[in-house]
């Protein structure tokens, strides 16, 4: 499963990365929980919940049925 979530991450990092921020795949567990760190402009931004909530957790989690949850660990790289 991770593979397929490193897939689908690199696929939208472009356009995180497009807006000066950064995406890294911290883990992926056995139980569907996949752990995230952000950086660049995304540290301090007012709107990381969108980008994790609305971007990255919905297109994972449509993706990929396994997964349960997105989690953002951190917002610094």
């Known amino acids: ?12 990092r472009p ?3 497009y ?16 752990e995230v ?3 660049g402009a995304c540290v301090g931004c007012a709107y990381v919940d969108v980008t994790i909530n609305s971007g990255v957790k919905t297109l ?5 049925p396994e997964i349960k949850d997105v989690i ?3 917002d610094e790289l």
């Open 1 to 12: 499963m991770r593979e397929k979530v490193e897939k689908l991450i690199n696929k939208i």
């Open 15 to 17: 356009y995180i990365q």
């Open 19 to 34: 807006d000066g921020g950064d995406i890294e795949l911290v883990s992926v567990s056995d139980d569907g929980i996949v």
């Open 37 to 39: 760190k952000l950086g």
């Open 60 to 64: 994972l989690m449509e993706e990929i």
């Open 72 to 74: 953002l660990l951190s």
